[in-house]
Structures are given as structure tokens and as C-alpha cells.
């Protein structure tokens, strides 16, 4: 384990350092021996329950002693969790419950308490860590154990352009590196000032395994190196990232495995899908339950309903997630660094989810694609199995090649809201001549964005029929339903005429082709609205 003595901890003036290796005791000069139940050579840190009364002392006692006994302890926002590993699934981050703290506690420290023997003389004798210790450790908010903010399986960079590829826990970028041995070992010796030879043969490198797929242009071709390079720099980009869209007009175009090699390459697993609901609460607990764990990616395949999800788009632009752990009486703020990867066929989306997507189209020339044959490597998985060690060096090729360049941006088109990424990532593909970075959005925005058409359509009719004449929700229902702002499934008017009322209320003071929606006056005891058209009013 790496720089786990790098936690900004304190020693604690109560106790001073034993005669064994780590061993840690408290002093007492009334005491005469341990008696038989204290192991003489065990390294544990030795805390005195009799001594020290305060129950923050003791819990942050327990938790230095942890941290000194270098145990895959670690935080997040203040919840003590633990690095674990899972037999054909790599490591894990998982909360600690007072069962599993006190285990971790046991470990670590050496719990004492001062009685007297038949002969009347004062010693320690052991005890289990005490319960009151642990929940006291588990209530604290300010924990002195490192922060963690997920697991990686592969190398990375860290913002300084320092290659990461030492296995276990790293203080600098916060995050686990759990990866084989041969993908650390690929990560060695990289230049520092690759030569254009290198640079070119790493993008060959990663198009040699996306030759096959039908990217409809080269910006959605760049659009999949910006999702690969994502997933792999992740720790690079200090603000938040885009989702990514990966969508085709017709099934069996190769939208899910275009979405698993990136996965693979990066994380070394073909991925396990993350279900779509359109249940708000039920999602938000799904993505908390991932982002907790430590998962390195999101992966939502093949969403057949419209991608409209206020927690979906909040996961995009914010940068910690909060939700009630399952078990644990407490909320936990979780980093959303995972990047979020969708795979749709011809995708209806919100406005709020199609501004925060890189877009990646595959368009077909097949009239049933999943028959197509002749493909240079029919089994691609294995391919990347095979050569993934070579296909990470050549990302981090890439990305080396860009602080070579002094981190230009100069000319790299910027997606709102993701300034950060779009100059760390549109910086990396510039300097190694990927070319088409998010030049393919305004085209999305404007395809993809169908609720606006409508209520552009809907607004100006409205407009068109009553001017600036006030009107309450139910005299205009009709015309919502009929540019499909409402749908059937409010069978009932009045559901129909509350449902109107708010979008109205969402959409006031908007303006759609000119056309602003504005509420008025009251009439008896409901709201009023009116169109105006701008240009009229300037």
C-alpha cells in the first residue's frame, strides 16, 4: 500500500512509542505487568480504556491505530469505508458498519483495562474494543482517515502529468489502483516528450480496434476517444464530465459493444450494465449504491424510453451525490467521478439530458446490421484481452504528448458546463492530431432537443390563436394536447389541466422563437397566462 502515512494526522501526546516495532502504549506508573492475556510481541497499538475518559479520545484513538496498521481503511465525506477484495471481481469500496469497524478495530488496536489480580496487584488485561469506541467512530464527521474517491483498474495521470502505476492507495489523486501487474508494468518509461512517431502509432493503436465500427462522421469517431480517454484520466479533470451518448438509428449497429470496448480497455471486464428507470428515487439510489462502491463507470445499455431524468442531470454538472446509506443511518456524499456511458436506439432525450451528452452515432449502411460479416477481428473482446497492456500505454502516449505541448488548449471547442474536461480532453486529441473534438454537438442539440420543437410549435399557435390575450390552463389544454405536451396517460381533465400548469409555471418567462411564455393576474383563485411576442414589445 502506497502513502497511507500520508493522512495529515497527528500524533496523539497521550500516548509514546513501545518497546516492540509499532507498538504503541499508554503510561501508567501504577500498573506492574500485563497479565496473560496481552500478547508480549503483538504489534497492535495498545489504547488504555481506564486512562482516557472522553469518547472522542478513544474513537479517534481507534481510528490512528487503523491508519497505523496500514489497514485498506479510508473515507468518504467522513464515512469510514474499506478497500476490499472480491474473488473474480477485483477490489471494491464498501461502508463499515459497527460490526465490520470493530473487526477492523481488532486488527489494529490492543484495547486494555487496568484491574487488580488475587495477589492484589494492579495490571492491564485486555478487552474487546468497546461498542460505545465504534459508534462514537462511526457517528464522528471528522474522521483522520485518508479520503478515497474510487478504484481504479489501470494506471492514470495525475494532474501534474505524473504516470500513476503503483498498486494500492494514493494520497496524491485519492483514489485505490487495483490493477494487473502487466498493465502497471505497461505504464513504465513513458517519454515525457513523445516523439510524433509515437503519437501517431498510439492513435493507430486505439483505431485499430474501432476500424469496423460505421461512425457516421469523424467527430463522432473523436467523440469515442474522448470517452476512452475519460474513463482512463479520469483523475485529470478537476471539474465535472459529460455523459455519453452512443446511438444508432437501427438495433445491432454496434452501439453496446463500441460502449464495452472502452470499458474493457480501461477497466480490464467486460462491464455489467447499470439498469434504466424512469423512477427518479429508484435511480438515484442505483447510481449512490455504484459511485459508493467505487465503481470506475456507469454503463445504461439500451434505454428504449426517453432519457429524462432530473438526478441523471444533476449527477452531469454536480460533483458529489447525496443519499441515505443502505444499513447505515447516515447520508453519505459520494464524488461522482464515474463517467456515464448510454447506448439508444434513436434516442428521445430532455433538453436538460442533451446538453450534458457528447454525442457518438453509428449509422449503418446495412439494411439489418447485426448481419453484417467480414470483420478484421470477428471476436474484438479477445483482441483487446490480448493486447490491452499495449492499448493503455498508448493512451497514456497520448496524454503525456499533451503536457509536452505545455497543456494547450488554444483553438479546442469548449461544451458548457464541462469547461475542464473539454480543455483537458479536446488538449490531449488536438496534440495528437484527432480531429472532428465536439464539432458534431450543434447538430445533436438541435436533432435531439424534441421537446423543444414542440413547444416552439406549441407556444406559437397559442400565440397565433389568443395574441396577448390571458387564458387559464384548461382553455388552452387542447392545444398542449395536441403538440403532445400532454400525453394520454392523465385520463382525468383535471390531471390533464394540472399537469399543463406546470410546465407553464416551469417555462415562465422562457422565450421560444420570440415568443415569451409570461403569467398573469388571477382569476378566481387560478392562475392566468399569456404569450408576448418580443419583438412586438421592443
Known amino acids: 500500500m502506497e502513502n497511507t502515512e500520508n493522512t495529515g494526522a497527528k500524533k496523539d501526546p497521550a500516548i509514546t512509542e513501545g518497546s516492540g516495532a509499532g507498538i504503541t502504549e499508554q503510561v501508567d506508573d501504577n500498573v506492574s505487568y500485563y497479565d496473560d492475556k496481552v500478547n508480549a510481541i503483538d504489534n497492535r497499538q495498545r489504547i488504555s480504556v481506564s486512562n482516557i475518559k472522553e469518547l472522542h479520545k478513544l474513537s479517534e484513538l481507534t481510528l490512528m491505530g487503523i491508519i497505523k496498521a496500514m489497514r485498506p481503511v479510508y473515507q468518504m465525506d467522513g464515512i469510514p469505508v474499506r478497500v476490499r477484495q472480491i474473488d473474480g471481481?477485483?477490489?471494491?469500496?464498501?461502508?463499515?458498519?459497527?460490526?465490520?469497524?470493530?473487526?477492523?478495530?481488532?486488527?489494529?488496536?490492543?484495547?486494555?483495562?487496568?484491574k487488580t489480580d488475587a495477589e492484589g496487584k494492579i495490571c492491564f488485561t485486555q478487552i474487546p474494543p468497546p461498542v460505545d469506541v465504534i459508534k462514537d467512530a462511526l457517528a464522528s464527521t471528522e474522521s483522520p482517515l485518508p479520503s478515497i474517491n474510487g478504484i481504479l483498474s489501470h494506471p492514470t495521470i495525475s494532474e501534474n502529468g505524473k504516470v500513476i502505476h503503483k498498486p494500492g492507495y494514493n494520497a496524491e489523486i485519492k483514489l485505490y489502483i487495483d490493477a494487473d501487474a502487466e498493465i502497471l508494468k505497461a505504464a513504465e518509461n513513458i517519454s515525457a516528450t513523445p516523439t510524433t512517431e509515437e503519437i501517431d502509432a498510439a492513435v493507430r493503436a486505439i483505431d485499430e480496434v474501432i476500424l469496423d465500427f460505421p461512425f457516421k462522421s469523424e467527430s463522432d469517431r473523436a467523440g469515442y476517444f474522448a470517452m476512452l480517454l475519460t474513463l482512463l484520466f479520469r483523475p485529470l479533470i478537476s471539474g465535472s464530465i459529460p455523459l455519453f451518448l452512443i446511438r444508432a438509428p437501427t438495433p445491432g449497429t454496434g452501439k453496446t459493444l463500441i460502449g464495452e470496448t472502452s470499458i474493457k480497455i480501461s477497466s480490464g471486464h467486460s462491464p455489467a450494465p447499470t439498469?434504466?428507470?424512469?423512477?427518479?428515487?429508484?435511480?438515484?439510489?442505483?447510481?449512490?449504491?455504484?459511485?459508493?462502491?467505487?465503481?470506475?463507470?456507469?454503463?445504461?445499455?439500451?434505454?428504449?424510453?426517453?432519457?429524462?431524468?432530473?438526478?441523471?442531470?444533476?449527477?452531469?454538472?454536480?460533483?458529489?451525490?447525496?443519499?441515505?446509506?443502505?444499513?447505515?443511518?447516515?447520508?453519505?456524499?459520494?464524488?461522482?467521478?464515474?463517467p456515464i456511458?448510454?447506448?439508444?436506439?434513436?434516442?428521445?432525450?430532455?433538453?436538460?439530458?442533451?446538453?450534458?451528452?457528447?454525442?457518438?452515432?453509428?449509422?449503418?449502411?446495412?439494411?439489418?446490421?447485426?448481419?453484417?460479416?467480414?470483420?478484421?477481428?470477428?471476436?474484438?473482446?479477445?483482441?483487446?484481452?490480448?493486447?490491452?497492456?499495449?492499448?493503455?500505454?498508448?493512451?497514456?502516449?497520448?496524454?503525456?504528448?499533451?503536457?509536452?505541448?505545455?497543456?494547450?488548449?488554444?483553438?479546442?471547442?469548449?461544451?458548457?458546463?464541462?469547461?475542464?474536461?473539454?480543455?483537458?480532453?479536446?488538449?490531449?486529441?488536438?496534440?495528437?492530431?484527432?480531429?472532428?473534438f465536439l464539432e458534431n454537438t450543434g447538430e445533436f442539440f438541435s436533432a435531439a432537443d424534441g421537446e423543444t420543437e414542440n413547444l416552439v410549435a406549441f407556444v406559437q399557435a397559442w400565440h397565433n390563436k389568443k395574441g396577448n390575450s390571458p387564458a387559464i390552463a384548461k382553455?388552452?389544454?387542447?392545444?398542449?394536447?395536441?403538440?403532445?405536451?400532454?400525453?394520454?396517460?392523465?385520463?382525468?381533465?383535471?390531471?390533464?389541466?394540472?399537469?399543463?400548469?406546470?410546465?407553464?409555471?416551469?417555462?415562465?418567462?422562457?422565450?421560444?422563437?420570440?415568443?415569451?411564455?409570461v403569467r398573469g393576474l388571477r382569476l378566481n383563485g387560478i392562475y392566468t397566462w399569456k404569450t408576448i411576442n418580443i419583438k412586438e414589445v421592443l
Open 89 to 114: 471481481s477485483g477490489a471494491r469500496i464498501e461502508p463499515l458498519n459497527q460490526d465490520s469497524l470493530r473487526h477492523e478495530a481488532s486488527q489494529s488496536n490492543c484495547y486494555l483495562k487496568i
Open 275 to 338: 439498469p434504466w428507470t424512469d423512477n427518479d428515487e429508484e435511480l438515484k439510489k442505483t447510481l449512490h449504491s455504484s459511485l459508493l462502491s467505487g465503481a470506475e463507470y456507469i454503463f445504461i445499455d439500451n434505454v428504449n424510453t426517453k432519457i429524462k431524468s432530473g438526478i441523471l442531470a444533476a449527477i452531469a454538472t454536480s460533483r458529489r451525490l447525496n443519499c441515505r446509506i443502505l444499513g447505515v443511518s447516515k447520508m453519505a456524499s459520494v464524488p461522482c467521478n464515474a
Open 341 to 436: 456511458i448510454i447506448t439508444a436506439n434513436n434516442p428521445d432525450l430532455s433538453r436538460e439530458i442533451a446538453r450534458r451528452c457528447v454525442p457518438i452515432e453509428l449509422v449503418s449502411d446495412f439494411e439489418n446490421p447485426s448481419e453484417r460479416t467480414g470483420f478484421k477481428y470477428p471476436d474484438l473482446n479477445q483482441y483487446i484481452t490480448d493486447n490491452r497492456p499495449e492499448l493503455v500505454r498508448a493512451c497514456l502516449v497520448m496524454a503525456r504528448a499533451w503536457f509536452a505541448d505545455e497543456n494547450d488548449v488554444s483553438g479546442v471547442n469548449i461544451l458548457s458546463s464541462f469547461e475542464d474536461w473539454s480543455k483537458t480532453i479536446g488538449g490531449i486529441l488536438k496534440s495528437c492530431g484527432v480531429k472532428g
Open 475 to 517: 382553455d388552452i389544454l387542447p392545444l398542449a394536447m395536441e403538440y403532445g405536451l400532454i400525453s394520454d396517460k392523465y385520463h382525468a381533465e383535471g390531471s390533464q389541466v394540472k399537469a399543463l400548469g406546470r410546465i407553464l409555471k416551469q417555462k415562465q418567462d422562457m422565450v421560444f422563437s420570440g415568443i415569451k411564455i
